[in-house]
T-cell receptor, first 113, second 110 residues
Framework: DAGITQSPRHKVTETGTPVTLRCHQTENHRYMYWYRQDPGHGLRLIHYSYGVKDTDKGEVSDGYSVSRSKTEDFLLTLESATSSQTSVYFC????????????FGEGSWLTVV | GQQVMQIPQYQHVQEGEDFTTYCNSSTTLSNIQWYKQRPGGHPVFLIQLVKSGEVKKQKRLTFQFGEAKKNSSLHITATQTTDVGTYFCAGPSGTYKYIFGTGTRLKVLA
């Protein structure tokens, strides 16, 4: 599974509170991604990183920020959570040695009430 | 912007029936990938197609890349209960960035 760990795996939070999801990888991959999954929308890219301190926006970046201060950690922050951000969040990496294969973490289920 | 759509969104089949999901991109793709996500799980890579008109098989699964490299299909012959899940296609959207299709959720009735 490319050594990807997401935390927390499940979280319930209140509207307006900040939330940070963590993605940790152990295999020194350069590219890391945050996707959200919602019924009818598939997997949508929120933000991605192509190196330490190098990040860029994806399709649905509004309301989210990211940081990557170390190769192994990619953090996703919801500055002020809203109910529309209730979703399943997946971290992913591209396996450098395997070409373009994308490996996903186990997912983080976030509910904003 | 670039879009990747899949149809159908849902499909219920009786065990033993065939199943096909179609993936359509608004732009030409250099390659296309397919992933399977079991209920409650995370997407797992199945295959990548690169050439125009390419057809690849994995046991009961047949994957095809269109001649214009804008569409693809996944066909499952004689579905089994183990085929249950959501199937996604994905295509490149810039360097090392992939856009995923909307997914087809397959339910197999025993």
């Amino acid at each position: 599974d490319a050594g990807i760990t997401q935390s927390p795996r499940h979280k319930v939070t209140e509207t307006g509170t900040p939330v940070t999801l963590r993605c940790h990888q152990t295999e020194n991959h350069r590219y890391m991604y945050w996707y959200r999954q919602d019924p009818g929308h598939g997997l949508r890219l929120i933000h991605y990183s192509y190196g330490v301190k190098d990040t860029d926006k994806g399709e649905v970046s509004d309301g989210y920020s990211v940081s990557r201060s170390k190769t192994e950690d990619f953090l996703l922050t919801l500055e002020s959570a809203t109910s529309s951000q209730t979703s399943v969040y997946f971290c992913a990496i591209i396996g450098d040695s395997s070409g373009n294969t994308i490996y996903f973490g186990e997912g983080s289920w976030l509910t904003v009430v | 912007g670039q879009q990747v759509m899949q149809i159908p969104q849902y499909q219920h089949v009786q065990e033993g029936e065939d199943f096909t999901t179609y993936c359509n991109s608004s732009t030409t793709l250099s390659n296309i990938q397919w992933y399977k996500q079991r209920p409650g799980g995370h997407p797992v890579f199945l295959i990548q197609l690169v050439k125009s008109g390419e057809v690849k098989k994995q046991k009961r699964l047949t994957f095809q890349f269109g001649e214009a490299k804008k569409n693809s299909s996944l066909h499952i012959t004689a579905t089994q209960t183990t085929d249950v899940g959501t199937y996604f296609c994905a295509g490149p959207s810039g360097t090392y960035k992939y856009i995923f299709g909307t997914g087809t959720r397959l339910k197999v009735l025993a």
